[in-house]
T-cell receptor, first 106, second 113 residues
């Protein structure tokens, strides 16, 4: 199977940095997506990692280690609007984690 | 969502009725994925289609659910004889090719009374 594990909830302070981890089973792995989903809305694409290393895109960065079956999403300079669910997804079987609900507090 | 259309946005059905959910990808995106999301839960893969072909339906319930993506027109997810447990948000996502970025439509919220 393609089990994906990520923390259920996280809380951080406005202006801070937060790292959301994701682990997955490596068999049949192709690549890893991160999506953001606000309550009642559709997921929106954040990043896609295929190779090992860090991909930076503005305040958001995503890291992948294929050998360890591990990824993280790094959010810098947190804003209140970053409060949302963050979904880690593996492309081989279109498997999504259950999401990490991030709450940003003033 | 890069132009992915889904309709209807909200659908109310009584138990036993049929629900038809439509997904219209933007041009150049012929790979369609359907997901179901129950309240407070994650996205669950249902089926992957690529113009007229079902590529992977491993996430589809064996009964009452079917999907198609005809040569012309939108992809359709059909739920027959709906039950209350079918109440959920149904999202389609489209991609230009296999394993490429999936862009989600706004979803259809199905409520079964």
């Amino acid at each position: 199977g393609q089990n994906i594990d990520q923390p259920t909830e996280m809380t951080a302070t406005e202006g801070a940095i937060v790292q959301i981890n994701c682990t997955y089973q490596t068999s049949g792995f192709n690549g890893l997506f991160w999506y953001q989903q606000h309550a009642g809305e559709a997921p929106t694409f954040l990043s896609y990692n295929v190779l090992d290393g860090l991909e930076e895109k503005g305040r958001f960065s995503s890291f992948l280690s294929r050998s360890k079956g591990y990824s993280y999403l790094l959010l810098k300079e947190l804003q209140m609007k970053d409060s949302a669910s963050y979904l880690c997804a593996e492309t081989g079987k279109s498997t999504f984690g259950d999401g990490t609900t991030l709450t940003v507090k003033p | 969502n890069a132009g992915v259309m889904q309709n209807p946005r909200h659908l109310v059905r009584r138990r036993g009725q049929e629900a038809r959910l439509r997904c219209s990808p933007m041009k150049g995106h012929s790979h369609v994925y359907w997901y179901r999301q129950l309240p407070e839960e994650g996205l669950k893969f249902m089926v992957y289609l690529q113009k007229e072909n079902i590529i992977d339906e491993s996430g589809m319930p064996k009964e009452r659910f079917s999907a198609e993506f005809p040569k012309e027109g939108p992809s359709i997810l059909r739920i027959q004889q709906v039950v209350r447990g079918d109440s959920a948000a149904y999202f389609c996502a489209v991609a230009a090719a296999a394993q490429e970025t999936q862009y989600f439509g706004p979803g259809t919220r199905l409520l079964v009374l």
